[in-house]
C-alpha cells in the first residue's frame, strides 16, 4: 500500500519539520517491513503547496497523519483539504489521538486512531484494510463507520524492545540533520517513572494499567549496534544524543549500559539528568562514560511550583547540588526553565531568575509556559479559567499559554526577554567537532573489531 505519513508538529530551531522522533522513526520502519510504500511530509504551519506536492509524489492510497496535541488547527485544515480535493482514508496517531481520541475522530476525513504506541496495533489495522473480510476492530485502534464508534481496548506494551527495529531515518532527511549538528538521537528506553504535572506520561501510564511493565529499557548490545550502525552510515557525527528523560534514573541499567559505552564508543554524549537524583557516584559514571552536556529541568525557581504544581518532588538545594557536581565533572549544564506556570507570581518570577544566577549553567533553554493538553497542570488552568483565549497561536508566538491576574502574559514576556538577553541560549561553539590536537579520529576508535 502507498502511504503518504504527515508529520504535524511545530517546527523548533534548528530541527525542521520532517523531524526524527523515535516512536515515528519505529513505526516507519514496522510498515516498510510489511511491503508498505512510504512518503513523509512535514507540516509545522498550514501549506496547501506543500500538501500538494506530497499527494502528486506519493499518489498515496491512504494518509497516515501523526499530530502534535498543539498542532489542531494545522491538522484540520490540511484534512479538510484532503477530504474536498482528495476523498482519501485518513488514519491518525500521535499525541493528539492519544490524549484526545474523541477529538481526533472528528477531524475531517479520519477513520481510525491509534491510541497510545502504534506498533502493534497501527501496523495490525493497516494489514487487515487489505483484507476487509478479516473485520477492522483491532486492539488500541478507534473506529469510525456507519455502525459507530469502536472503542476497543490497548493491547499489551512492547516490553521487548530488542524485538522491534531500529527506527527508520532516512525518509525524515537525518543525513543533513547530522551534517548541520554533528549529531545523531538515540532513545534507549520508553516510559518514565516520575509523575511530572506538566507532562502526560502519567495519563500514559494510567491507561497502559494492566498492560504490561510501563518504564522499559533495551539492552546496552542493541543500543551499541544501533550507534555502530548509525556512525557508520553517517560519519560526520562527533555527539551522540540520548533523548529520554529518564535516561539517568535507573540504577541497575545506567551503570551496564556505560560500561558498555565506555568500551565501545569514544564520542562524547548528552543526556538528561534528573536533579534530584543526581547523586556524586552517578556524575562520575557519566563523566567517565563520556559525557559533555546534561539536560536538566529546572522549570522554577520556587519550590511550591515545582513541587506543589508540577509534582517533581525536588528542591532548589538538590538542583543546586547537582550543579556543582556537574561542573565539577566539567559536564557542560542547560537548564530547562518555564515562565509563567500556573500560580506563578512576580515574586516566583524573580526567584527563577536568582536561581539560574547561582547555578550559572552554560545553557539556559527558557520557554514561556504552555499547558500541555492532556496534563493535570493544563485541567489545572482550565478549571480556574486561565487558558489564553488565543489557545495554539500562543505556542507558536512563543508566548504564555495562560493568562493569570496575578501575573498576566506581557509580565513573562518581559522577563522572558531579560532572562534570553542575561544568560546564554545556546553553546558557544559546535564544540562536539573538536577533538582534541594529536588525538586520533573518534569515528576510528570506535567500535572496535571484536575477536
Not at 496535541?69 to 482514508?89: G, K, N, Q, S
Not at 477531524?107 to 484494510?129: K, M, N
Request: proline share 7%; charged share 25%.
Amino acid at each position: 500500500m502507498r502511504i503518504l505519513i504527515l508529520q504535524i508538529v511545530r517546527a523548533v530551531r534548528a530541527r525542521p519539520v520532517p523531524r526524527f522522533e523515535p516512536h515515528l522513526g519505529t513505526l516507519l520502519a514496522l510498515l516498510q517491513d510489511c511491503g508498505h510504500e512510504l512518503s513523509l511530509q512535514g507540516l509545522a504551519r498550514f501549506d496547501l503547496d506543500a500538501i500538494k506536492s506530497a499527494l502528486a509524489r506519493a499518489l498515496p492510497q491512504l494518509i497516515y497523519a501523526d499530530i502534535s496535541a498543539t498542532c489542531v488547527d494545522v491538522a484540520r485544515r490540511a484534512l479538510e483539504y484532503i477530504h474536498e480535493h482528495e476523498f482519501l482514508p485518513v488514519v491518525a496517531g500521535g499525541n493528539l489521538p492519544t490524549v484526545d481520541p474523541a477529538a481526533s475522530l472528528s477531524l475531517p476525513s479520519v477513520q481510525a486512531v491509534a491510541i497510545g504506541e502504534p506498533d502493534a496495533s497501527l501496523v495490525t489495522y493497516l494489514e487487515r484494510i487489505k483484507d476487509p473480510a478479516a473485520g477492522q476492530v483491532v486492539l488500541g485502534v478507534w473506529s469510525r463507520d456507519e455502525r459507530g464508534t469502536a472503542r476497543p481496548d490497548l493491547p499489551p506494551l512492547v516490553e521487548d524492545l530488542d524485538s522491534l527495529p531500529f527506527p527508520e531515518r532516512d525518509l525524515f532527511g537525518y543525513a543533513g540533520y547530522v551534517q548541520r549538528t554533528g549529531q545523531v538521537e538515540v532513545a534507549v528506553g520508553r516510559g518514565c517513572p516520575q509523575q511530572c504535572a506538566y507532562c502526560v506520561n502519567d495519563w500514559l501510564e494510567e491507561i497502559y494499567e494492566n498492560c504490561g511493565t510501563w518504564v522499559r529499557r533495551r539492552s546496552p548490545e542493541n543500543v551499541l549496534e544501533e550507534l555502530e550502525l548509525l556512525c557508520e552510515r553517517y560519519p560526520s557525527v562527533r555527539l551522540i544524543r540520548f533523548l529520554d528523560h529518564a535516561f539517568a534514573l535507573d540504577a541497575d541499567w545506567l551503570p551496564a549500559f556505560l560500561d558498555t559505552y565506555a568500551r565501545r564508543c569514544a564520542l562524547p554524549f548528552r543526556c538528561h539528568v534528573r536533579a534530584n537524583a543526581a547523586d556524586e557516584d552517578t556524575i562520575q559514571r557519566l563523566a567517565r562514560a563520556g559525557c559533555r552536556l546534561a539536560d536538566v529541568e529546572v522549570v522554577s525557581g520556587s519550590d511550591f511550583l515545582r513541587n506543589e504544581i508540577f509534582d517533581m518532588d525536588l528542591d532548589n538545594a538538590q538542583i543546586k547540588a547537582a550543579f556543582t557536581r556537574l561542573h565539577a565533572a566539567r559536564i557542560r549544564t542547560r537548564a530547562i526553565v518555564y515562565l509563567g506556570a500556573p500560580y506563578e507570581s512576580e515574586a516566583s518570577l524573580e526567584q527563577t531568575r536568582t536561581l539560574l544566577g547561582e547555578l550559572r549553567p552554560n545553557v539556559v533553554d527558557v520557554r514561556p509556559y504552555y499547558p500541555w493538553p492532556g496534563t493535570r497542570a493544563a485541567e489545572t488552568c482550565r478549571e480556574n479559567g486561565w487558558l489564553h483565549v488565543r489557545g495554539e497561536e500562543q505556542y507558536y508566538s512563543d508566548r504564555n499559554g495562560i493568562d493569570m491576574p496575578a501575573c498576566r502574559p506581557a509580565v513573562v514576556a518581559a522577563l522572558l526577554k531579560r532572562l534570553r538577553r542575561e544568560f546564554p541560549t545556546a553553546l558557544a561553539e559546535p564544540w562536539w567537532r573538536r577533538w582534541p590536537p594529536g588525538a586520533r579520529s573518534p569515528i576510528g576508535q570506535m567500535f572496535p573489531k571484536r575477536r
